[in-house]
């Protein structure tokens, strides 16, 4: 009997995992439903006029914005083009190309190393190899470039190639690009800029020989494996110092600018005013004040703008600040009403008034009209959920919408400023996109073919609810094809919960989690509190304490899920990657037993283990405030693993972001707590899992939720 049953049991199970919908079949479908059009990011505006470049295999073409040609031909390469970018003066292009393999060696998430070519005027091809971070001069006579963390300087006409720093040394000095923690939190890795006349080049310096070295192990097929070695600050150990430099082009002389006697701060951008004057950001270690300083023809220097805040200033990029001319400038800033908003500043005369007023958020200042005298940026007015480009005159007045259709905008202007290429999508449409004038008006379309008159299969229906506490939180429910009220249905929730993250916004995006959808599960996602885009009180109220307002949220959103009626009470699991699975332990181990699944991909698991420059932001240092590392850290509470609760843990073993570290401590706690789960480890990739374990990595998450949950 017992034999018989098993034969039954396990029939069953085939003809279920038979009927099963796999990741690339989900991948599929969605693909062939979504209509193909020229994507609006890849359009490079051609400077000064209404017309856009784009990429065509082994031909750069140029386009006009407001009508379909077929394109002229800008150059012609004998591979494939991977990249290009016009010289200023619009007679050479840098490009890399694509001979069978590419010819990037990738450093980290934003670095790589690169060969590069220049299509000359003459027809001529220039070849320069195993450099990074390569630009023309304003003055398109020379290219700047870092090699073995050097800047070298080669003068196009003359075919010199001369260096203007020569103490560059792995792991201890990098001259003109940045550290491993810059180019992660802050987002750039070219940290040099010439002056408008090509002048001077400044440059950052980063001595990063104090800085303790984290290692990685690596595999890769080898009889032995080898130790990755790189600098990486961790929360409250040391940084690197940061200097400031100016090279002269004619004298060939460096100055070192003086920032200030406090070497523990941070230098997250530098650049020239259009009248052609040094300027540079400076932000102090707890990185609650934030200064932009100019420095004068004479040396002199003066500070043009400043924000501080109890808590922390958001972290601050080029587009911060936007100079309009020698004088004036735009801040894009949140401190002073706890709404991001813009404002005109003058260097001499300080704040002039506010451009944009409201409870909503500036989320992108997108470009200034040629005049100077309109200001278009994308907004959160109409929703927190959507956005939309508006038009605003610069002293404030006449304010409108010019892209109104309800949804989410993203948008690239034209270099005149007279177009702009947009994308558009909803979560009741597929992707949209066409060439949009000042009025709103659409003058193009970029579809290649006709957009779908049927809505996506699988639609987001957006919610709120109010916790335990009194906070309304937002929402998302996916519901499968069939869906009966009159049922109950399993549930997968898919969260990142990270600080000014924002999972809960109307956009067609589909992943992974659909692929359970169409096996009959409901995909549920919240925005707890602090994320994004809802104001600064919701955004901070998780400072110097992460992960303890998050998860409490995350568990009032399952228990409230669970008082649905077409919700299986029974069967709900939580699903997140980096910040989202550092979430997913959390809710795992103090849920209870509330859930019967988690998978959490490379988690952080002790902010103590994570990065000086985010970590600190939103948490203060370790050594001010033990208990907001210590107290919401996964490990500290392993013992707290229910029997009911399945948990499969999964990260790459080169991941130089959130270390593999984070995941063997956590095994640790788990072992010597006598707790049993599941593990997935993938060999040699980094935090992203990219290329090659993507798709497999999502079919296991599809596998493990469907027989587990």
């Known amino acids: ?8 049991t396990m029939l069953a199970m085939a003809v279920s995992l038979s009927a099963q919908v796999s990741y690339l079949e989900m991948v599929q479908k969605r ?41 002229e031909v800008v150059f012609r390469a004998d591979n494939l083009i991977m990249s290009y970018v016009k010289s200023p003066d619009g007679t050479m292009a840098l490009y890399e190309k694509f001979d069978g393999t590419s010819p990037r060696k990738e450093i980290y998430r934003h670095s790589y190393i690169s060969d590069y070519f220049v299509a000359c005027p003459d027809g ?61 939190e802050y987002g750039f890795t070219k940290a040099y800029a010439f002056s408008p006349d090509a002048s001077q080049i400044a440059y950052l310096k980063f001595d990063e020989s104090r800085v303790k070295e984290f290692e990685m192990m690596r595999f890769d097929n080898n009889l032995y494996n080898t130790a990755y070695r790189f600098k990486y600050p961790k929360a409250g150990e040391e940084n690197s110092i940061v200097t400031l430099h100016i090279y002269d082009m004619v004298t060939r002389q460096t100055t070192k600018v003086d920032t200030g006697f406090e070497q523990d701060q941070y230098i997250p951008h530098l650049g020239y005013t259009p009248g052609g004057k040094l300027y540079y950001y400076l932000v102090n270690r707890l990185q609650n004040h934030f200064k932009v300083v100019i420095v004068e023809n004479d040396g002199a220097q003066r500070v043009i703008y400043e924000e501080s805040d109890e808590r922390y200033v958001e972290r601050p990029n080029a587009q911060t600040i936007t100079f309009i001319d020698a004088d004036h400038f735009i801040v ?15 260097i001499t005369e300080g704040r002039l008034h506010a451009i944009t007023q409201g409870e909503w958020e500036v989320t992108q200042l997108v470009g200034l009209s040629p005049k100077m005298d309109v200001v278009y940026y994308m907004s959160t007015e109409q929703s927190p959920l959507e956005r939309h480009l508006y038009a605003v005159n610069i002293d404030g007045s006449d304010k409108r919408c010019l892209l109104s259709k309800p949804g ?95 999972e809960i916004a109307n956009r067609y995006t589909t992943d992974w989690e659909e692929t359970l959808a169409r096996n009959g599960y409901i995909i549920a996602s919240c925005d707890a509190r602090g994320t994004g885009f809802r104001g ?39 699903y ?42 939103y948490n203060g240092l370790p050594q001010d405030n033990p208990a907001g590392y210590d107290n919401n850290s996964p490990i500290n509470f392993a013992d707290r693993l229910s029997l009911n609760t399945r948990l499969l843990i999964i990260h790459g073993t080169a991941d130089d972001n959130v270390h593999f570290q984070n995941t063997m401590e956590m095994c640790r706690a788990l072992n010597r707590a006598g707790k049993q789960y599941d593990m997935m480890v993938y060999p040699d990739q980094n935090h992203s899992m990219r290329p090659n374990d993507m798709i497999n990595i999502r079919q296991k998450m599809v596998d493990y939720t469907l027989s587990v949950l």
């Open 332 to 346: 894009r800033e949140e401190t002073t009403t706890g709404w991001f908003h813009l404002y005109l500043h003058s």
């Open 1 to 8: 009997m017992r034999r018989l049953l098993s034969t039954i």
């Open 124 to 184: 001529s091809t220039i070849r320069i190899d195993d450099v990074r971070d390569i630009s023309f001069s304003p003055d398109s006579r020379f290219l700047a470039m870092s090699y073995n963390n050097d800047i070298f300087l080669y003068n196009i006409a003359t075919n010199d190639i001369y260096n203007i720093t020569d103490d560059g040394k792995w792991n201890h000095i990098i001259n003109g690009t940045t550290d491993w923690v810059y180019e992660e």
């Open 536 to 574: 600064e009180e919701y955004k901070k109220v998780t400072y110097a304490n992460l992960g303890h307002c998050e998860v409490e949220d995350q568990i009032s959103f399952a228990r409230h899920l669970s008082r649905q009626e077409f919700v299986d009470a029974s069967r709900i699991g939580i």
């Open 31 to 71: 693909d062939d439903a979504a209509p193909n059009y020229i994507s609006p990011a890849s359009l490079t505006p051609a400077a000064g006029t209404d017309q856009y470049m784009e990429l065509d295999g082994r031909e750069v073409k140029l386009y006009d914005y407001k009508r379909e040609s077929k394109g």
């Open 576 to 617: 997140g990657w980096s910040y989202g699975g550092f979430m997913a332990l959390g809710c795992a181990l103090k849920g209870d037993g509330l859930f019967k699944m988690a998978i959490a991909v490379a988690p952080v698991t002790s902010w103590r283990y994570y990065d000086s420059i985010y970590t600190e932001i």
């Open 408 to 502: 989410y905008w993203r948008v690239y202007p034209s270099a005149d400023m007279k177009y702009f290429a947009a994308e558009h999508s909803a979560t009741d449409c597929f992707p949209t996109a066409g060439v949009y004038n000042t009025k709103g008006k659409l003058v193009r379309s970029l579809m290649l073919e006709e957009p779908s008159k049927e809505a996506p299969e699988y639609q987001r229906q957006y919610a709120t609810f109010t916790t335990e506490r009194g906070d309304v939180l937002q929402y998302y429910l996916i519901y499968p094809k069939d869906f009966n009220p009159q049922k109950q249905y399993p549930v997968l929730m898919t969260q990142y919960s990270g600080p000014g993250s924002q």
